[in-house]
């Protein structure tokens, strides 16, 4: 009996092209809200971006500021200069949301930045002239403005990322997810961050003479 004949190739490609046609065509199959949930997260993203370079923009000037003041404790100063260095040292682009390692990396460094800020404007009330110095306390308050948007866009990405990747992991959006290649996106987590955040002792004994 003859073996009926392999299907060729495109006639294979073929059909795959019309079964996914298929697919998306099928009511509840999800592939438009993905795009639309795609776009979201990765504009989300951006503005998370944005806010970030804004902190780090705003550094320099309250580094120059800082180093105004004599006897002022080298390390902080140090430690914010470096960790401002490793923030701006990965390259944040939106493919990021797509690398689960490189978007952890990227969270930590900001972590990192956030401590080094937190303990500096703890060590500077130690210091009068420093606390009195207008240029000081004008950064000081974009400072807080730009980290309270952070938490702004942070919490927004949150949000648009959880409703991406319910929208991933459920059934039959799932299916299509597989077939289209959408994965689920890293988000931010809470593991530690209260203690990276959190201003650090200090003692408040008296400065050394200037």
């Known amino acids: 009996m003859r073996q009926p004949r392999p299907a060729s190739i495109p006639a294979r490609l073929s059909g795959a092209a019309i079964a996914i046609a298929a697919l998306v065509a099928l009511p509840g199959c999800g592939y438009n809200e993905f795009q639309s ?5 990765t504009a989300a993203w951006s503005e ?11 550094i320099p000037n309250l580094v120059a500021t800082v180093k105004g003041e004599a006897n002022f404790e080298q390390e902080t100063l140090t430690r914010v200069i ?3 260095s490793r923030a701006t040292s990965i390259q944040a682009t939106p493919e990021l ?3 689960p390692q490189a978007f952890q990396r990227f969270q930590e460094a900001q972590g990192q930045l956030t401590g080094a800020l ?4 703890v060590v500077a009330e130690q210091y009068p002239q420093l606390r009195a110095n207008q240029a000081f306390q004008d950064l ?7 980290e309270n948007r952070i938490t702004v866009a942070r919490n927004r990405y949150v949000q648009t990322v959880a409703a991406y990747n ?3 992991r459920s059934v039959p959006t799932n299916f299509t997810a597989m077939v289209f290649g959408y994965k689920t996106k ?3 987590t809470v593991a530690n961050e209260a203690q990276i955040s959190a201003p650090p002792p200090v003692s408040f004994d008296k400065p050394a003479s200037r």
């Open 37 to 41: 949930l795609d776009e979201q997260v």
């Open 48 to 58: 998370v971006l944005n806010q970030y370079q804004r902190r780090a923009d705003l």
């Open 82 to 84: 470096e960790a401002r």
């Open 97 to 99: 949301v797509n690398d």
């Open 118 to 121: 937190s303990r500096l404007m």
């Open 140 to 146: 000081r308050v974009q400072l807080e403005g730009t």
């Open 166 to 168: 319910v929208k991933v």
């Open 186 to 188: 890293p988000n931010f």
